[in-house]
């Protein structure tokens, strides 16, 4: 089966880095979407990596590694604002997306 | 990032009436979008792939007459709940695939909370 794993939760400080981890196994893969989800809004895209490597998109950075099965997504100089539920998703070979069910990162001053 | 709007924001009904969700992409043309459901603190759940021009495909487990699906042209799709119970209180959200961009991302309408009592 297909499968994306990532932490339910993490807690990090205003101000501070964390990086949030995902890991899938699919039946093929043609790109990994990292996006954000602040509650009762709909998802808005951060990021998207279809080749080995870290793409670097100001406060926010995702890395991928195909042979890994493995990404994740950086951020840097926390806001409050940076409070949300992160979701990471993958298109398959069948160009279907996969979604993770979420990391829900809390900011404390 | 392309523009795709949703309508209406919010919704209440009565068991047993029918309730239609617009989905609109605003800047760009959509041959294909998608409709999710979502329940509080879980993860996004596709409900179906709808095609311009042709029957949407529906994933396993959504029943096709319950949820009406028409994509009459390439800026718009339509979620029809038909007959809705109070199970079917959720939040929906639409989104679309932008053509001219290369990585085929889907970028979402801000979604339809849907309340029946």
């Known amino acids: 089966g297909q499968n994306i794993d990532q932490p339910t939760e993490m807690t990090a400080t205003e101000g501070a880095i964390v990086q949030i981890n995902c890991t899938y196994q699919?039946?093929?893969?043609?790109?990994l979407f990292w996006y954000q989800q602040h509650a009762g809004e709909a998802p808005t895209f951060l990021s998207y990596?279809?080749l080995d490597g870290l793409e670097e998109k100001g406060r926010f950075s995702s890395f991928l590694s195909r042979s890994k099965g493995y990404s994740y997504l950086l951020l840097k100089e926390l806001q409050m604002k940076d409070s949300a539920s992160y979701l990471c998703?993958?298109?398959?070979?069948?160009?279907?997306?996969?979604w993770g069910a979420g990391t829900k990162l809390i900011i404390k001053p | 990032g392309a523009v795709v709007s949703q309508h209406p924001s919010r919704v209440i009904c009565k068991s047993g009436t029918s309730v239609k969700i617009e989905c609109r992409s605003l800047?760009?043309?959509?041959?294909?979008m998608f409709w999710y459901r979502q329940f509080p603190k879980k993860s996004l759940m596709l409900m179906a792939t709808?095609?311009?021009?042709?029957?949407?495909?529906?994933e396993q487990g959504v029943e096709k007459d319950k949820f009406l699906i028409n994509h009459a042209s390439l800026t718009l799709s339509t979620l029809t709940v038909t007959s809705a119970h109070p199970e079917d209180s959720s939040f929906y959200i639409c989104?679309?695939?932008?053509?001219?961009?290369?990585?085929?991302?889907?970028?979402f309408g801000p979604g339809t909370r849907l309340l029946v009592l």
């Open positions: 998703a993958v298109r398959d070979s069948n160009y279907q997306l996969i």
């Open positions: 699919t039946s093929g893969f043609n790109g």
């Open positions: 709808s095609n311009e021009g042709s029957k949407a495909t529906y």
């Open positions: 990596n279809v």
């Open positions: 989104s679309a695939r932008d053509p001219g961009l290369d990585t085929g991302t889907q970028y």
């Open positions: 800047d760009f043309q959509a041959t294909t």
